[in-house]
């Protein structure tokens, strides 16, 4: 557990991977990873631009070799298949969990998972990392407007309160964003829920990028 | 669906329904029903002199009988047996469900439905009543406290659109709330997980009272 100071973000050329590469490259040194190399360097270099901050890109397996913690952006299917590759790269590092398994039907967003948690399934993947779920509820065109202020509560679920912590210091770098501790794993059921519960109300009441605050 | 004037509140001698009468009695006639007519009364007058306002006690079956709209402020394992019993009475009339069935295990609330969400097995029953789901996230002791501001969001799920449009009236006329349409009745279920989620974040950062803003 030394100090984390580069952050892999996995599968990272979307608009959450880029948004939070954005936003955590004023802190830390921020790798975006994909599939192809060249993809992650076009993103890297458009995440660049808009920060004034060097963000370099790479292959998801060097992203999570050369990183001291590492975000996964990944749509649900994609992950297991890669994490079963990048399980000894993610050995002994924080691995924290946005992914949100989510079906859209007759116009509505409905939450998914083949079994419990998305978390809960990367944790039984990369049995040696400390896996935390956090970020669900981050809409990423907000993370993408650098300015803008982003005063939402992150829930983050991890087994170990120190895990929280972790998490905790990574969140808190981005201004305004506030993180609180749901406890373990098991709860990043509910959290993972928000996020079609988000877009479902936004869709259903004219709103958009809604995010949450527990007040 | 005629106008609503009339609010019963069955199993309404507990915090949370105590608080929803005294925040619904400056618009509407609210009736507090329990199982024992002496307590319903008592917590009537209690309510009466909290607000100023006049606040009867009935029986559940009275109060049931004699309102325009029902809301259920029962714990789970009380509903199945009385709603049976209730039937007839609430047929025709809209009924607002604020159960969450919730389990405490190790310091830890979680959702624990029978089956799909408590506001679908009160509409299995009571199918021929018009069955919202709303109110769960709103603290009863913030209710009890009159005059305190309540800028919360309160999701509500109903099956069709002209359902949450009656509940949101009722919603609104509680100052600052802000009714969102989540959907159909099974979006209950994602509605009703947040309680023990807002109860967990409560207890492990050490807040009180907490509620959710969607923002």
């Known amino acids: 557990m030394s100090e984390i100071r580069r952050i892999g973000i996995v599968g990272g050329t979307g608009p959450l991977g880029r948004g939070l590469a954005a936003r955590l490259s004023y802190k830390y040194d921020v790798l975006i990873g994909s599939r192809e190399e060249t993809r992650a360097e076009g993103a890297a270099e458009e995440v660049s631009r808009l920060t ?8 998801n397996l060097e992203a999570a070799r050369a990183c001291d913690s590492a975000i996964l952006a990944l749509p649900d299917l994609a992950a297991s298949e890669l994490l079963q590759e990048m399980e000894k790269e993610l050995g002994g ?3 924290i969990s946005p992914i949100v398994p989510m079906e859209m039907k007759d116009g509505r967003f409905s939450y998914s998972p083949s079994d419990g948690s998305a978390a809960e399934s990367v944790a039984s993947i990369l049995d040696r990392s400390r896996v935390a779920a956090a970020f669900h509820t981050v809409p990423a065109p907000k993370l993408l407007a650098i300015g803008e202020k982003l005063e939402y509560t992150v829930p983050v679920a991890a087994e170990r309160r120190e895990t929280f912590k972790e998490v905790a210091t990574i969140v808190s770098s981005i201004q305004d964003l506030r993180p609180l501790y749901a406890g373990p794993l098991s709860s990043a059921r509910t959290i993972e829920a928000l996020t079609p519960l988000l877009l479902n109300l936004g869709r259903l009441n004219g709103m958009k990028n809604l995010s949450i605050r527990m007040v």
């Open 52 to 59: 004034g901050r060097k963000v370099r890109g790479a292959t």
């Open 93 to 95: 590092k924080l691995v």
